[in-house]
Structures are given as structure tokens and as C-alpha cells.
Nanobody, 123 residues
Framework: QVQLVESGGRLVQAGGSLRLSCVAS????????MAWFRQAPGKEREFVAG????????YYSDSVKGRFTISRDNAKNTVDLQMNSLKPDDTAVYYC????????????????WGKGTLVTVSS
């Protein structure tokens, strides 16, 4: 069992930066691929960024590539999302998710989810 707790969401102006963090409880954090998803009002939950459990490769959706950076610290059981050049379209609840021993980046494949943290980007 893994519990994920996100933090860092807040109101920010367009063009600004924000860093989200996710702390995982439980063992074997390094065995999980970790990802960030987001869900805007009235929209489906979508993949934002992922970092592989086995080699640390990173993956990004086209909408955030070049602006967001995902990183992990296996010693601290954390995964962060650095978000730069934020846009109003980035407004959403951001969720941390974990996938055991696999590098799958769809919301149907993730094994564990956090409760989310709200990011609001004002224009």
C-alpha cells in the first residue's frame, strides 16, 4: 500500500512559476514509476509528466514540454513538478500517481493516487 500526498498548489499569475511536491509513504518507492496528472473543471484527467522507476527517463505531454520538469528523490520518497511559464490553461487539480514496476502513462494504469492539489493561474 502506498499513500501519496501532494502539496504546493496555489494561485499564481500567468508567466509565473510553481513547484509541486508529492510525498509517498510505504516501502519500495524506487520500484514505482511516478507521474503527475491534472484535471480541469469539466475535463477528463490527463497525463502531464512521468518519471520511470528503472532508469529515471522522463516523459511529458506536448502541452507542458519545455515548461515543466519532473524529478524524484528516492531517498526522500518524493517526486516534484517544477512548473514554469504558467498559463491560465494550466489551471487544474494536479494529482500525483504511482505505477508499480511499469512505465505506463495512462490514468487507467496507475496503481495509487493522491487527493490532489489545486493550481490556479490567473491571466
Amino acid at each position: 500500500q502506498v499513500q501519496l500526498v501532494e502539496s504546493g498548489g496555489r494561485l499564481v499569475q500567468a508567466g509565473g512559476s510553481l513547484r509541486l511536491s508529492c510525498v509517498a509513504s510505504g516501502r519500495a518507492f524506487s520500484s514505482y514509476s511516478m507521474a503527475w496528472f491534472r484535471q480541469a473543471p469539466g475535463k477528463e484527467r490527463e497525463f502531464v509528466a512521468g518519471i520511470a522507476w528503472n532508469n529515471g527517463d522522463t516523459y511529458y505531454s506536448d502541452s507542458v514540454k519545455g515548461r515543466f520538469t519532473i524529478s524524484r528523490d528516492n531517498a526522500k520518497n518524493t517526486v516534484d513538478l517544477q512548473m514554469n511559464s504558467l498559463k491560465p490553461d494550466d489551471t487544474a487539480v494536479y494529482y500525483c500517481a504511482a505505477d508499480l514496476h511499469a512505465n505506463r502513462w495512462t490514468r487507467y494504469d496507475m496503481d495509487y493516487w493522491g487527493k490532489g492539489t489545486l493550481v490556479t493561474v490567473s491571466s
